[in-house]
Nanobody, 117 residues
Framework: QVQLVESGGGLVQAGGSLRLSCAAS????????MGWYRQVPGKEREWVAT???????RYADSVKGRFTISRDNAKNTVSLQMNSLKPEDTAVYYC???????????WGQGTQVTVSS
C-alpha cells in the first residue's frame, strides 16, 4: 500500500509564501503522475497542479504564475511552492499520485493552508 504524507501547511498572511511537500513511501518513478488538489468545506475537491513523469507541469488558471510544482526523485517527494498567496487559496491541500502500471490513484491525508487577509 502506498502512503503519501503531506507537510508544510500553516497560517500565512496574504502575499506570503508556503511550501508544501508530499513524501511517498516508495519511488515516485513508479507513478505516472503526481499532483496537488485542494478542497474547501462544502465544495468539491479542486485540481491545482500536476507533474507527469517526463512531462511539463500543468497548473490551474487560478494558481498559474504563483505556484510551482517540482519533484525530488532522490527524496521521493513532490513539492508545491506557493507564492503571492490569497485568502481564496485557503483550503486543505491533498497530494495525489497515479500508479504507473494500473492507473490506480493514491491520496494523502491533506494539510491545511490558511491565508489571512
Amino acid at each position: 500500500q502506498v502512503q503519501l504524507v503531506e507537510s508544510g501547511g500553516g497560517l500565512v498572511q496574504a502575499g506570503g509564501s508556503l511550501r508544501l511537500s508530499c513524501a511517498a513511501s516508495r519511488s515516485i518513478n513508479s507513478f505516472n503522475y503526481m499532483g496537488w488538489y485542494r478542497q474547501v468545506p462544502g465544495k468539491e475537491r479542486e485540481w491545482v497542479a500536476t507533474l507527469t513523469s517526463g512531462g511539463s507541469p500543468r497548473y490551474a488558471d487560478s494558481v498559474k504564475g504563483r505556484f510551482t510544482i517540482s519533484r525530488d526523485n532522490a527524496k521521493n517527494t513532490v513539492s508545491l511552492q506557493m507564492n503571492s498567496l490569497k485568502p481564496e487559496d485557503t483550503a486543505v491541500y491533498y497530494c495525489k499520485a497515479g500508479e504507473l502500471r494500473t492507473g490506480a490513484p493514491y491520496w494523502g491525508q491533506g494539510t491545511q493552508v490558511t491565508v489571512s487577509s
